[in-house]
């Protein structure tokens, strides 16, 4: 509740958004986090080699549509639900790639902006509920001395349901006393 600063963003889609997509590529059922989620455990990883768009530039901030435009082009020749698998599995492992670079380099930056020294890190939204890219998270965390904060797993699937609550909480505490803003699908946190 808070006073933000922004230190990165997606350039295109939400990473949530991503999965959503990558879910209906490989024609599995919305939300596509979990479906992603359980289809990579069954599939080798390391089959598909898959873009990181932006992983070498940009700072901290991300993008995910070559990524995705990538699980089109190869989902057009799965022949199996294995390939099906390795797909998803590769799909999951690159995610897991970018988010720890630029992870690492937010915390860098971070670091080098922060006057408070807090060393929290906090991830919500609908894929902080993903086990693989938490652990990676919080192991990350430990390495760098930061300490992870992560909402409960069934908390995490409704990302409308958490910002309203981020709204009330503000509006109990003064944050603002009227209802009548304008709508702003990519509303940012920070001033």
Known sequence: LGKYKRLGTTIDDALGEAFDKTAKILGVEFPGGPQIEALALKGNSNK??????????GGCNLSFAGLKTA?????????????????????QKTIEEILY??????????K????TNDNNFVVAGGVAANKKIRKMLINLCKTV??????????????NAAMIAMVGLEKFKF???????FPVKPRWPLDE
């Not at 699980?71 to 799909?91: C, G, V």
């Open 48 to 57: 598909y080699e898959l873009p990181k768009p932006i992983y070498h530039k």
């Open 145 to 158: 001395n930061f300490n992870p904060i992560f909402p409960p797993t069934e908390l995490c699937g409704d």
């Open 112 to 115: 080098r902006t922060n006057l």
């Open 101 to 110: 670079k630029k992870t690492l380099i937010a915390i860098e930056k971070f």
């Open 174 to 180: 003064k944050k603002f006393n009227k209802l009548d």
């Open 71 to 91: 699980i089109l082009k190869i989902s057009k020749s799965i022949k199996s639900n294995q390939d099906k698998y390795d797909l998803a599995a590769s799909f």
